[in-house]
């Protein structure tokens, strides 16, 4: 059985799932610290949910030190 298609979120939607405001999800783009995105037309950008899941995903830890080997690594 195929995987269902995963939901496209704006950037206002990603900004609201990340606690953050789309001028920092704009930033996190240009810099290459956020999650992919996907170019739904010429001034239009969208977020995958699975991305954004796998995204957090890796920026999850059990505890400080666990970031802290991970960050230096």
């Given at each position: 059985m195929?995987?269902?298609p995963s939901r496209i979120?704006?950037?206002q939607q990603f900004a609201?799932?990340?606690?953050?405001?789309?001028?920092t999800v704009q930033r996190w783009r240009v810099s290459g610290e956020g999650p992919p995105f996907v170019r739904l037309g010429p001034?239009?950008?969208g977020y995958r949910e699975a991305d954004i899941?796998?995204?957090v995903a890796a920026r999850t830890y059990a505890h400080r030190a666990a970031e802290m080997v991970r960050t230096a690594a």
């Open positions: 195929a995987d269902k979120l704006t950037e609201e799932r990340a606690n953050s405001s789309v001028r001034r239009k950008i899941e796998a995204w």
